[in-house]
């Protein structure tokens, strides 16, 4: 069966810290992989999404950056975190096109300070 | 840009009565997903539609796709403090039909009062 694994669950970090979160899934072979932000009580924008290895899109303008190095990793990262970039962050895999539901991790919740 | 909104932001029931959320889209869709999030989890696939006018239910829960594939709708009868949560529509294919990308909408809150 798939899973999907996310790391690490909890973080705080200061301003201007660099952020890495990573993100794997077992047992499936060339998933789609998304990485989505929660702000507070808030709604789940998509950041970034991939449909194979080394391709990104980037949905919003913003100071973080994705990486996909291996077909069932997904890098989440920023040289500099902002206070902005506090949330909750969930990464989520699918098998793409209509018949797509997304599998989510179980999230990183992060705190900028 | 591409957005699906969800009315309303917030429903709090007495257990027993029914709840519904509402899911507009900017743009026809080629299918649509809901999800429920558990307080301090995460989203959970509960059902995808594709079909104009498609109606599906789901025990308590029915969920349906409207005849322009713009708007959608889940309604839930009798609530249960089990129905606790947020929950998400989801469109598909908003840009240029690209199924890959998911586009959430607001979300809806609902709280259930014993």
């Known amino acids: 069966s798939q899973t999907i694994h996310q790391w690490p669950a909890t973080l705080v970090q200061p301003v201007g810290s660099p952020l890495s979160l990573e993100c794997t899934v077992e047992g499936t072979s060339n998933p789609n992989l998304y990485w989505y932000r929660q702000a507070a009580g808030r709604g789940l924008q998509l950041l970034f999404y991939s449909v194979g290895i080394g391709q990104i899109s980037s949905e919003v303008p913003q100071n973080l950056s994705a990486s996909r190095p291996q077909d069932r990793q997904f890098i989440l990262s920023s040289k500099k975190l902002l206070l902005s970039d506090s949330g909750f962050y969930l990464c989520a895999w699918g098998t793409g096109g209509a018949g797509g539901e997304l599998f989510f991790g179980e999230g990183s919740r992060l705190t900028v300070l | 840009g591409q957005q699906v909104m969800q009315i309303p932001q917030y429903q709090h029931v007495q257990e027993g009565e029914d709840f519904t959320t509402y899911c507009n889209s900017s743009?026809?869709?080629?299918?649509i997903q809901w999800y429920k999030q558990r307080p301090g989890g995460h989203p959970v696939f509960l059902i995808q539609l594709v079909k104009s006018g498609e109606v599906k239910k789901q025990k308590r829960l029915t969920f349906q796709f409207g005849e322009a594939k713009k708007n959608s709708s889940l309604h839930i009868t009798a609530t249960q403090t089990t129905d606790v949560g947020t929950y998400f529509c989801?469109?598909?294919?908003?840009?240029?039909?690209?199924?890959?990308?998911?586009?959430f909408g607001t979300g809806t809150r609902l709280q259930v009062f014993p």
């Open positions: 743009t026809t869709l080629s299918n």
């Open positions: 989801a469109g598909g294919g908003l840009e240029a039909y690209n199924t890959d990308k998911l586009i």
